[in-house]
């Protein structure tokens, strides 16, 4: 993978897949090819500067995508990769540190509750 240009990140068995975190660790454009999936922490990640994402049904021009990205963002994208915030973001470390997988995690669940809480205060007025 730390090899590779792109890694192939098809739809595994959880809303998200090991192989996105992987394969950014290792300076990999990921390539999603999962229709409506959930990718981890979009208030901090913009997937689009760091991953491509192939429609299911697109799977067989792959090779042309992967040519047209060559000829005219991947050194865009590369260098997004490399983001050390964004690299944090997806690494869980102990203890935990600011900005890191578990904080993102927290952050989300925080921002969740936030919202429940407003919305139930409200409901029963």
Same mark, same amino acid.
């Not at 990999?28 to 990718?39: E, G, S, T």
């Given at each position: 993978?730390?090899?590779?240009?792109?890694? +192939?990140?098809? +739809?595994?068995?959880?809303?998200?897949?090991?192989?996105?975190?992987?394969?950014?660790?290792?300076?990999?454009?990921?390539?999603?090819?999962?229709?409506?999936?959930?990718?981890?922490?979009?208030?901090?990640?913009?997937?689009?500067?760091?991953?491509?994402?192939?429609?299911?049904?697109?799977?067989?021009?792959?090779?042309?995508?992967?040519?047209?990205?060559?000829?005219?963002?991947?050194?865009?994208?590369?260098?997004?990769?490399?983001?050390?915030?964004?690299?944090?973001? +997806?690494?869980?470390?102990?203890?935990?540190?600011?900005?890191?997988?578990?904080?993102?995690?927290?952050?989300?669940?925080?921002?969740?509750?936030?919202?429940?809480?407003?919305?139930?205060?409200?409901?029963?007025?």
């Amino acid at each position: 993978m730390a090899r590779s240009i792109f890694c +192939l990140c098809p +739809l595994g068995w959880a809303p998200w897949s090991p192989r996105l975190v992987e394969s950014v660790l290792l300076g990999c454009v990921p390539v999603i090819i999962a229709d409506n999936i959930r990718l981890p922490f979009p208030s901090i990640l913009r997937w689009p500067d760091i991953s491509l994402q192939v429609a299911e049904k697109d799977v067989a021009s792959l090779e042309t995508v992967l040519d047209h990205v060559v000829a005219t963002n991947l050194t865009a994208i590369q260098r997004n990769l490399w983001d050390p915030a964004k690299r944090k973001a +997806l690494v869980f470390n102990r203890p935990l540190e600011v900005g890191d997988a578990t904080w993102q995690v927290l952050r989300e669940l925080e921002i969740l509750l936030d919202r429940s809480q407003r919305s139930y205060v409200g409901s029963w007025r």
